[in-house]
């Protein structure tokens, strides 16, 4: 069973910024992608953005230019390089990481950012 731990969250101010990382309990060298979403409250979960086994990125428009996603597959680990942030991007963001057909899940790290 793989799992997924998120750390990083917290309370930053608008404009500030903020690094969450995912780390996986196994080799993540072997998953198509691994990638972080976002829900905020009364909303739907969204992506944010996600990266390839072959390097590539996607990321929600929103956020483009602001946030950077990074992998390294020999330490485990998934990052989220958070800068500018805004208000709206507050939100539990959500760690997953996908093996052909299998999504697998963290639980969550809450990103706070007061305007």
């Known amino acids: 069973q793989v799992r997924l731990v998120e750390s990083g969250g917290g309370l930053v101010q608008a404009g500030g910024s903020l690094t969450l990382s995912c780390t996986a309990s196994t080799s993540i060298s072997s998953f198509d992608a691994m990638g972080w979403y976002r829900q905020a409250s009364g909303k739907q979960r969204e992506l944010v953005a996600k990266i390839t086994s072959g390097g590539s990125r996607e990321y929600t428009e929103s956020v483009k230019g602001r946030f950077i996603i990074s992998r390294d597959n020999a330490k485990n680990t998934v990052d989220l390089q958070m800068n500018s942030l805004k208000a709206e991007d507050t939100a539990v963001y959500y760690c997953?990481?996908?093996?052909?057909?299998?999504?697998?899940w963290g639980k969550g790290t809450l990103v706070t950012v007061s305007s």
């Open positions: 997953y990481a996908q093996l052909t057909v299998r999504e697998y």
